[in-house]
Nanobody, 124 residues
Framework: VQLQASGGGLVQAGGSLRLSCAAS????????LGWFRQAPGKEREFVAA?????????FYADSVKGRFTISRDYAENTGYLQMNSLKPEDTAVYYC?????????????????WGQGTLVTVSS
């Protein structure tokens, strides 16, 4: 599985961005899709994940809950992270990642494949 993240950019506080994660490989649909971010000088942290196990489930970091929405388009083999009400503290490089089934979770060690990252900068 190869992942390509895109959609980052510069936005003012309160604005929105949608990140995309294009995946190669038809088996991607069974993998857990995750988004992580890494701010300068900080460790990479969990943002959101979309897990499929008979039914879809999503979970989020407390810091983004209610503002960010993770989704995926199986036909396009693409995942998304819709980010609304952005804050300066959301500034980071955002990475998408995929975990082989049945693995899922908030720990980055769970994830087997990573995209290259896309920079999101939120100005105050």
């Amino acid at each position: 599985v190869q992942l390509q993240a895109s959609g980052g950019g510069l936005v003012q506080a309160g604005g929105s961005l949608r990140l995309s994660c294009a995946a190669s490989g038809r088996i991607f649909s069974t993998y857990t899709l995750g988004w992580f971010r890494q701010a300068p000088g900080k460790e990479r942290e969990f943002v959101a994940a979309f897990h499929w196990s008979g039914g879809s489930s999503t979970f989020y970091a407390d810091s983004v809950k209610g503002r960010f929405t993770i989704s995926r388009d199986y036909a396009e083999n693409t995942g998304y992270l819709q980010m609304n009400s952005l804050k300066p503290e959301d500034t980071a490089v955002y990475y998408c990642a995929a975990a082989r089934p049945p693995n899922y979770g908030r720990d980055r060690k769970t994830y087997d494949y990573w995209g290259q990252g896309t920079l999101v900068t939120v100005s105050s």
